[in-house]
């Protein structure tokens, strides 16, 4: 009896713990998150780009698509 | 009462749900936050003493505020027994696990002083960009909630959860254990919010938005743009200026703003005009010399000088305000009642009923009203006496876009828990059909000739074709004298791309550019609208498809069958490659069993080797070719 509320206690600090963890990931997920959106928006692309003379192209890719002769 | 001490009601706070966009980037989340403070008076003298130098270094490092300044505000905080000094607000999960690691704090609460308090806080993965329409919902200690956007308008139904609880019993540690091992009831976690907002087209739609309200240092803006078969915004940006000049998400716009539309409303009345069959494409209008009495008061056309007689098409595509006011008031004087129906039967005096709080209502004066008279119809002929907010407008354009079905725009695609569908969404017809075919063909040549000569010609692009109406519309024009001394107007424009099976609708609107940069629509907002059009139209692939051909042309498989016939024959010993193409002679001996180095003067056709024929190579031996 004693021996299992004491695991059951054991247990809840063991919860409280993986909880802040919980935590801790969740909080550096959003903070990697975050970043990245911003690193990928192309806006943010244009500007560090620029520098290497590099610019959005005014026409679209062209893909050529080969069908095979039946 | 050992009990009560003993045994509580926690309760547990459900997770709120997440806001995604289109393809599933976070747009809105949950996470922990934290304020840190220092009892400035629980600490010994001695740890005090040892400890306030190092952490006030390390204060500084963190804030990047000098030292000094934090051990004298520290100091003073004990000197006053001060049990509660802050230090930093909102800190993430890491920085506070930095700040509980700084000396003196390191110690703990009873020891060290270390006071925090854990918040959960909406955080936007996106920053500034589309703030207003994913949202927030805030609930002030009075109970009174703040909805704004996405975020606001769902939050209730889907984002919020149930919130639980579990009564627990006090055990060592300043911790706490259930009672039962099962909640007396349980969370239950907010929805995620799946929205139409395509990330892509929002950067571009708010940083050429930000980038002509800097340019015009206009009051504000904002831009919509909006899928023409679903309905479904794919980007919404509202931004206003404050006191200091810079761009923020302030008011959400497009949707809550009722103003007068001005000239884009031109195109409502034309149809309404060629609906009732009152008028033709050709007939021809009387637009004067620019100025034209009406029930006296003067309606005038930017146009100097004016545009004489022209055809009623001509008169929307230069968006000739006497032009429309014409046709209007010369057809439905003696029965204004005919063209409000039409304008009612379009659903243009009502709210489009988005998801949204808060959405502005049209206005359309009927007479009986306070500001209908003889004027009213002329004026709302080219959009003045009445309003609608932009998203309104944008609608209607849609619907010319789509055929003439008038669907509802929509802000969410569907309520998910984790990937099950709680919800879907599904496009919402209004209207079925405005007009006739007919009508919707002659409207759509119209706006398409508005672009390649009319009022919005400077936006033509020969490369990808864009179709729509500008707008200038004159605002705050109550004090006519103040005014005239400093002229504030609205710069629109309303549309859709491609002209021909049109893929996306948009409406860009600016609130009072600054009149010495310039104010017309298709100046002000016309660069926004065909920065998105561009935008889109490099990003799709254009695709060609070929046949692959019949290649039995004898030259090809001669020389072929030549390579191939040396190649089988030499492999260690030189071949005679004079006369062969030097692309050939170097793949040729590229491919051989020994390796040599190649060096190829020229690049014609071989006219010497430096190697003669049948030699047998050595590995590494170098070999000179010199081509024509």
Known sequence: MIASAHSADEKVYEISELSNEVKELRSAFVDGRSKLMRLKMESTIVKKVEEKGLEISTTPPKKIKVKARD | MAQKRTIKRFEIPANRGNVYSADGSLLATSIPKYDVAIDAVTSSDKNFKKYIKPLCDSLAAFTGKSSGSFEQKINKARQTKDQYLLLAR??????????????????????????????TKREHPMGGIAERSIGYERIDENGYATRVGIDGAFGKDYLRGETGSRLKQKIGKGEWKPIRDVNEVEPKDGYDIYTTIDVNIQDIAHHSLLGQLEKYEADHGCVVVMDVKSGEIKAISNLGRNKIGKYYERL????????EPGSTFKVMAMMAALEDKVIDTSTIVDTKNGRKYFYGRTISDSHHGGYGKISAAKALEVSSNIGLATIIDENYSSNPEKFLKQLRDWHLDQTLGVSIIGEGKPVIPKPGDKIWSKNALPSMAYGYNMQLTPLQTLAFYNAIANNGQLIKPRFLKAVKEFDRDIEVFEKEVLVNKLCKDETLSQIKDILKNVVSRGTGKKLYSETFSMAGKTGTARTDYADIEAWKEDPKYVSSFAGYFPAENPKYSCIVVIHKPSTKVGFYGADVSGPVFKRIAQKIYTDTPLIDQIQTGDYNNELIANDFEKFNSISNKYKTIMPNLIGMPAMDAVAFLENMEVDVNIKLNGNGVITSQSVSKNIKLKPNQTVVLEAS
């Not at chain 2, 509980?100 to 925090?116: C, H």
């Not at chain 2, 959400?252 to 103003?259: D, K, P």
């Open chain 2, 90 to 119: 909102n800190l993430s999960y890491t920085d506070y696990m930095r700040f509980r690691n700084f000396p003196l704090l390191k110690l703990g609460a009873i020891r060290g002083g270390f006071v925090y308090d854990q918040k």
């Open chain 2, 252 to 259: 959400n716009y497009a949707v809550g703003e009722s103003h």
